[in-house]
């Protein structure tokens, strides 16, 4: 199956979607190209940075120590939030051209994927008590959690730093919103406010987690 681009996935034929596709990944480096371990990306004044890794991870915060010169408290959640989006959507990118670039590796024969033997086949046994009962059990752990996740996608949930520094918003697994407290704002430097936007993210991935059991 041709693999299409996300940000190409646009209207037109298959075959120039796919000549784009690769047009881009010989300008990023050919079939050798890998994704790096993690990219940063700031928002469009420059002021705000955010690192994620491969799993989409926020690894790092960076806040311009004269972040005040470019925007007011009331856009630095905004400019935190655009620098996080920018930072997942460079990610996607980087890592669907990681895969395009492995395709085309397996197509010309530079990289062929290992081919293990199939196992051979073995007479399934009849199913005991046990067996019927943890089926069961399975069958009602899976409805649960895709109850759960309905559910969850659509609460709108609210989470705080400790500090009462940031306050996001949450509509299912997203964060849509994220507001700076101006009086603490203007009293918090920039390590300060790294480290706000640092516990709140990894809360938004604690509520994912939680989400996911």
């Not at 298959?14 to 690769?22: D, F, G, S, W, Y």
Request: with cysteine.
């Amino acid at each position: 199956m041709d693999f299409v681009l996300p940000e190409l996935a646009l209207a037109g034929d298959r075959e120039q979607i796919r000549a784009e596709a690769l047009a881009e990944l010989e300008a990023a480096g050919g079939l050798t190209y890998r994704a790096p371990t993690f990219v940063e990306m700031g928002d469009g004044t420059g002021t705000v940075w955010v690192a994620v890794d491969r799993t989409n991870a926020v690894v790092d915060v960076h806040f311009r120590s004269d972040w005040q010169r470019e925007l007011t408290s009331s856009e630095l959640g905004t400019a935190l939030l655009e620098a996080r989006h920018n930072a997942s959507v460079t990610m996607m990118n980087a890592l669907a051209l990681d895969a395009l670039a492995k395709q085309e590796r397996v197509r010309a024969g530079v990289d062929p994927e290992p081919v293990e033997p199939a196992p051979p086949p073995v007479a399934a046994p009849a199913p005991g008590i046990h067996a019927i009962w943890r089926r069961l059990t399975e069958s009602e752990d899976r409805h649960y959690r895709v109850t759960k996740a309905a559910r969850a996608a659509r609460e709108v949930r609210t989470l705080r730093v400790s500090s009462g520094l940031l306050t996001a918003t949450c509509e299912g697994r997203t964060i849509t919103g994220i507001a700076i407290d101006p009086v603490l704002a203007h009293q918090a430097g920039a390590d300060r406010l790294r480290s706000a936007a640092m516990e709140l993210f990894q809360q938004a991935a604690q509520l994912i987690e939680r989400d996911d059991r």
